[in-house]
């Protein structure tokens, strides 16, 4: 059995916290937080915890969110990569990859954009840092043949790559280097 989720309230406010603090963030009364233990989900439903930043006003707690719903997930045909995003990408998602200059990164993103656009999905390879020679040798050294499907767009102006994406609406967009 787990050991009760801690919730801290104010005294004065009433608003609740997963940490405590040495001052209530909703009213700003210092030494007012205290500690009490709510029950884990069960029999009886814990209080949802107020979240005093929310825009809307109107928080919802936890429990009623279909949080447990599987994503859809593209497989992406490289194998390391989809257990690395737990199956592959999400469609409309946003999925960074970072690291240490020279590691491979945009070696592994070729990579990707080949397989993708090799089963016929239109990928776009946004790249503003190397230029369509340096990309184009890559490419050339992963697959001698490169699908047609597989679309280059040399362009560092974010509303230009933004509009090109909105106009050709490829399956998969990669854009190397997001920095530049």
């Not at 989720?5 to 209530?24: I, L, N, T, Y």
């Not at 994503?71 to 990859?97: K, M, N, W």
Request: glycine share 10%; aromatic share 4%; charged share 20%.
């Amino acid at each position: 059995m787990k050991a009760p989720a801690q919730v801290f309230e104010c005294s004065k406010c009433g608003a609740q916290s997963s940490k405590w603090a040495g001052r209530c963030a909703e009213c700003g009364t210092w030494g007012s937080i205290s500690q009490d233990a709510v029950p884990h989900v069960g029999a009886q439903r814990a209080a949802p915890l107020r979240n005093s930043n929310a825009k809307s006003g109107s928080p919802e707690p936890f429990l009623d969110l279909n949080l447990g719903a599987k994503s859809e997930r593209v497989p992406t045909g490289l194998p390391v990569f989809d257990r690395l995003l737990s199956g592959g990408l999400v469609p409309g998602s946003v999925t960074l990859l970072g690291g240490e200059p020279g590691i491979g990164k945009s070696t592994l993103l070729a990579q990707l954009a080949l397989k993708v656009a090799g089963t016929g999905k239109t990928v776009m390879y946004v790249t503003g840092e190397e230029s369509p020679a340096q990309v184009s040798l890559r490419l050339k050294r992963l697959s001698p043949v490169l699908p047609p499907t597989l679309l280059f767009l040399d362009e560092t102006d974010a509303a230009t790559v933004a509009a090109t994406i909105a106009k050709e609406k490829p399956h998969l967009t990669i854009v190397d280097s997001i920095q530049t």
